[in-house]
C-alpha cells in the first residue's frame, strides 16, 4: 500500500520531476482508475498562488493535458491529470534522432491544435519545449500528443509573479522579445513551437543567438540539412526573432504547415517506423488494473443497489456498530419424526360432549395415512393395544371408538388439561372483572 493522500489518492510511484514538484502515478480511490498527480515540494506563498493558477486550467481538448482535480493534505498540494505512459518528445528524439518530416508534421499539427484551444482562452503558455510535449503509447500508429505543464501560464493582462527583468521559462526556448522583458504574448509561444520543430527534425537543440545572428545579419537563413524547403518557410516564419513577421495565431501556422504536407516527398521504404512505446513501466508487484491489493479482512464495498446475501436490490444498510445488517433467516423446516401437539391452529379443546355435534354412527373405517413417516408399521387389525397413530383420538364422555372417529381421525391430539381457555385471555378478563367489581362497590359506597 502507498501512501494515501487526502484520504483518496494513492501515490505509487514517481514517474517524473518538474521544477517545482514531482510527478506521482497515484490511484483515485473515488474515480477508480491511474491518474498522474503532481506533489508539490515546496509550500511558500509564491509556490502555492503559481499552483492556483496552474489548477484552474480548465482546457478540454485532445491534445491538451490540463490539470483535472486537486487536493490538500498537512502542508503538501497535489493536482491530478490524466496518466500519459508514452514519454515526451525529448524521449523519443533521444530513442530515433531526428525523425520522418511527415511524422513531425503530423506532431506540429497536433500541437498547434492544441495551443488554439490554449490561446482562445487567453492562456499564454510561456514554457512549450520537449520534455512538456507528451505523447500517448500508440506503438506504431498513429501518434497522440498532448501539450502538458502550465506551471508558469497566464492569463494574458493577470499580473506576473516575478520581479522586473527577471524572465522565467526554459533557456534555449526563449523567445527574443521576453529576454527583453516584453510581456507574454501568443507570439512568444510560436517561437518555441519552431525550436521544437527543428529540434525534431535535426535531432539536436537549435542555438538561439546563432539562429537570431544569423537573421539580424543575413535575413533568413537556408534550410538546414534534412528539413525540406516547403516546411523550412514555414519554421523560418514561426522563428524569426521580430514577433511582428511571425505567425499571428496558432490557427494560421497550422494551415500553412498542412499546405506544405502537400508539397513534401512521399515516403520512402528506407524510412524508419517511428514506434512510441510506454515510458513508465509496469505496475508494482500488488497492483494490476482495478487498482491496489486488497487488504485481508476488508469489507468489500457494496454494489450499488444489491443488497449483500439476499439476492433484493436496495440499499445495504449498517448497524450501529459499523457493521452491516444481516437479512432475516430463512423459516427453518419443521421437523419430521414426531409431531408436537400444539393448541393453535387446529381445533379447538372439546370441553364437553355438547360442544361437538354427534353424526349418526357410521362404520369404523381406517384413518387416513399420516402426512409424516410413522415410527412403526401400521396394522389394521384390532390388537389389544394400539398406536396412537392407528385410531381416533379419545373424548372424554365417549367411549373408544365411538361415532367420533370421523371427526377426530384427523385433529392432532389434545393435552390432557383442565378445559377453559389459556392463561393469556384468562387472566386479563379477570382482571378486568376484578376491576369493575371495585368499580361497582364504589359507585355503592359513594351513592
Not at 503538501?76 to 530515433?96: E, I, P, Q, R, W
Not at 362404520?363 to 408399521?377: C, F, K, L, N, R
Not at 379477570?430 to 368499580?439: D, E, M, R, T
Request: glycine letters at 10%.
Amino acid at each position: 500500500m502507498g501512501e494515501i493522500f487526502a484520504g483518496r489518492y494513492e501515490l505509487i510511484d514517481p514517474i517524473g520531476r518538474g521544477g517545482v514538484g514531482a510527478v506521482w502515478r497515484a490511484w483515485d480511490h473515488r474515480r477508480r482508475r491511474y491518474v498522474a498527480a503532481k506533489v508539490l515540494q515546496q509550500s511558500d506563498a509564491h509556490t502555492l498562488l503559481r499552483f492556483v493558477r496552474e489548477q484552474a486550467l480548465r482546457i478540454d481538448h485532445p491534445h491538451v493535458l490540463a490539470p483535472a482535480s486537486w487536493a490538500a493534505d498537512d502542508d503538501k498540494v497535489l493536482f491530478t491529470m490524466d496518466l500519459v505512459n508514452g514519454g515526451s518528445l525529448a524521449h523519443l528524439t533521444g530513442d530515433y534522432g531526428p525523425l520522418p518530416p511527415r511524422f513531425v508534421c503530423v506532431l506540429l499539427d497536433q500541437l498547434l491544435a492544441g495551443l488554439t484551444a490554449v490561446h482562445a482562452e487567453g492562456v499564454v503558455h510561456r514554457d512549450i519545449k520537449p520534455a512538456n510535449i507528451l505523447l500517448e503509447a500508440t506503438g506504431t500508429g498513429r501518434p497522440h500528443l498532448r501539450l502538458s505543464d502550465f506551471g508558469i501560464a497566464m492569463r494574458k493582462g493577470e499580473p506576473r509573479l516575478t520581479e522586473a527583468n527577471y524572465v522565467v521559462g526554459t533557456p534555449g526556448y526563449f523567445a527574443p522579445e521576453q529576454m527583453l522583458g516584453a510581456e507574454p504574448d501568443f507570439p512568444a509561444d510560436l517561437f518555441a513551437v519552431g525550436l521544437v520543430a527543428l529540434y525534431l527534425l535535426t535531432g539536436i537543440k537549435p542555438d538561439v543567438e546563432e539562429l537570431i545572428g544569423h537573421f539580424a545579419d543575413h535575413g533568413i537563413p537556408n534550410a538546414p540539412e534534412d528539413v525540406p524547403e516547403p516546411l523550412w518557410q514555414v519554421l523560418a516564419s514561426l522563428v524569426h526573432p521580430n514577433p511582428d513577421c511571425r505567425f499571428k495565431t496558432a490557427t494560421g501556422a497550422r494551415k500553412a504547415v498542412l499546405a506544405a504536407v502537400e508539397m513534401l516527398p512521399e515516403p520512402t521504404v528506407e524510412e524508419e517506423l517511428v514506434e512510441v512505446f510506454d515510458h513508465i513501466g509496469p505496475l508494482p508487484a500488488g497492483y494490476g488494473p482495478d487498482g491496489p491489493p486488497k487488504t485481508k479482512g476488508a469489507a468489500t464495498e457494496p454494489t450499488s443497489g444489491a443488497a449483500v446475501g439476499t439476492g433484493a436490490v436496495g440499499h445495504v444498510s449498517m448497524s450501529d456498530t459499523g457493521s452491516f445488517q444481516l437479512a432475516p433467516p430463512e423459516p427453518a423446516t419443521p421437523p419430521t419424526p414426531t409431531p408436537t401437539p400444539t393448541p393453535f391452529p387446529g381445533p379447538a379443546p372439546v370441553s364437553t360432549p355438547m360442544s361437538v355435534p354427534v353424526p349418526l354412527p357410521v362404520p369404523q373405517s381406517p384413518p387416513p395415512p399420516p402426512a409424516y413417516e410413522p415410527t412403526a408399521a401400521v396394522h389394521h387389525e384390532n390388537p389389544a393395544t394400539r398406536p396412537y397413530t392407528a385410531g381416533p383420538y379419545p373424548v372424554p364422555g365417549q367411549p373408544p371408538g365411538g361415532g367420533l372417529a370421523s371427526v377426530t381421525a384427523a385433529a392432532p391430539p389434545a393435552l390432557n388439561r383442565r378445559p377453559g381457555p389459556p392463561p393469556k385471555v384468562a387472566v386479563p378478563v379477570l382482571i378486568v372483572a376484578l376491576l369493575c367489581i371495585a368499580v361497582g362497590v364504589w359507585a355503592l359506597l359513594s351513592a
